[in-house]
């Protein structure tokens, strides 16, 4: 029932994670293009756009921070929610800037800032390339487990078969019984 469980939470997470994306990557696009714009122009859109964006960043961290991450993920999680902290920071310190010191400030923290706005995207890469690996080992581990019971019913059938042949050339019911319990117990394991 773990592989269930396991699932189970895996699908939660990947929910979790749509949701979170769905929400933030309006944010991120409108973050986008006013980083590509030239200064002077962010100097003017900023102070109406930048809080907005801040508190959507801020938000999403928060959202981030509040989902718990399945086994194999933790640490691009981690990053993930850090990212978006950092690209929050980013935003205010960058706000800041553009209402206090103008033009050159503002120059100054742009590259920044867009690091920062990159890192979020490079987390949200690294975190799905994390899941898919971490799904990837629980396959196979899962497959590991069946290919053990295959691989003992096998054994169990060939045993029971080896039973009844000696049955069959002594004529010794036990080795019969044997035989017959053998075969039951390789149904039963190809089963599990």
């Known amino acids: 029932m773990k592989v269930a469980a396991d699932i189970g939470e895996r ?11 769905s929400g933030l990557s309006g944010t ?8 590509a714009t030239p200064a002077e122009q962010l100097i003017e859109d900023a102070p109406d756009l930048l809080p907005r964006l801040q508190y959507e960043l801020h938000a999403a961290a928060e959202v981030a921070a509040g989902i718990e991450p399945p086994s ?3 640490e ?9 902290a950092d690209a929050r920071d ?9 209402e206090e010191g103008g ?9 920044e800032w867009r690091a920062a706005l990159f890192g979020v995207r490079l987390a949200r890469l690294r975190l ?11 396959r196979l581990d899962k497959r590991r487990r069946f290919e053990r019971g295959t691989l003992m019913a ?3 059938v060939l045993l029971a078969t080896a039973c009844m042949i000696a049955f069959a050339a002594v004529d010794v019911s036990p080795l019969f019984v044997g035989g017959l319990i053998l075969a039951a117990a390789a149904v039963l394991v190809a089963r599990a």
């Open 76 to 84: 691009a999680h981690g990053d993930l929610t850090t990212a978006l």
């Open 28 to 35: 991120l696009s409108a973050l986008d293009a006013l980083a």
């Open 90 to 98: 980013s935003t205010a310190e960058l706000l800041e800037a553009v």
């Open 154 to 156: 096998t054994v169990l």
């Open 11 to 21: 699908e939660g997470y990947a929910v979790a994670l749509a949701d979170l994306w």
């Open 103 to 111: 033009l050159l400030a503002a120059a100054a923290l742009t590259y």
């Open 72 to 74: 194999g993920t933790e």
């Open 128 to 138: 799905g390339a994390a899941h898919r690996t971490a799904v990837f080992f629980e």
